[in-house]
Each structure stands twice: as C-alpha cells, then as structure tokens.
C-alpha cells in the first residue's frame, strides 16, 4: 500500500509560479506510474500531468502543456509538479496518485491510491 502527502499549495498571482509535492511511503514508489488531477469547485475532478514509473515517459493534458512539469525522485520517494505561467483557470484542490498497473494512465478509475489534496489559488 501507498500513501501519499501533497504539499506546496498555496495563493499565487497570476503569471507566477509554485511547485507541488508529493511524498510517498512505503518502499515500492518506485513501480508506480504518478500522476497529478485537479478538482476546481463544482466541477469534476481533471487529469493533469502522469510520469512512467521510471521518469522517462511523460504526459500532460491540453490545458496545460508548457506550463507544467511533471517529475520524481524515486531515489526519496518524491513527485512533484512544477507550475509556471499559471493562471486563474489553474486555481483547484490539486491530487497526486499512483497507479499500480498502468504506464501512463490519464483516467482517475486506473489509479489506485490519491492523497488528500493540496490547494492552489490564482486570483483573477
């Protein structure tokens, strides 16, 4: 079993930049594809950004492609996304997960255990 424990949320003018992480226990981070989803009120939660189990492999969705950065430390048990450019549409309750069988995985069902969510604001 894995846990997980976003950090790094917080308010942010638009244009600026924060960094998430993700902390993982247990020793088998490093077989888990990760990735990030967003929920912003009222609305669904959305796929964001996954990393293969290795790093080598990445993908982001549409909304936010060039902005953000997907990585991970397997060495410390560690994900985290880099948010540049970041603007109000960004602003959500933002989820790490970790997905046991799939490489690259984009759907919330394919993901096995989520953390509790760390919250960006990006005022308009």
């Known amino acids: 079993q894995v846990q997980l424990v976003e950090s790094g949320g917080g308010l942010v003018q638009a244009g600026g930049s924060l960094r998430l992480s993700c902390a993982a226990s247990?020793?088998?981070?490093?077989?888990?594809?990760m990735g990030w989803f967003r929920q912003a009120s009222g609305k669904e939660r959305e796929f964001v950004a996954v990393?293969?189990?290795?790093?080598?492999?990445?993908y982001y969705a549409d909304s936010v492609k060039g902005r953000f950065t997907i990585s991970r430390d397997n060495a410390v048990n560690t994900l985290y996304l880099q948010m540049n450019s970041l603007k109000p549409e960004d602003t959500a309750v933002y989820y790490c997960a970790a997905s046991r069988t799939y490489t690259l995985p984009t759907i919330r069902q394919y993901y096995n255990y989520w953390g509790q969510g760390t919250q960006v604001t990006v005022p308009s």
């Open positions: 990393v293969s189990w290795s790093g080598d492999s990445t």
């Open positions: 247990g020793r088998t981070f490093s077989t888990y594809a």
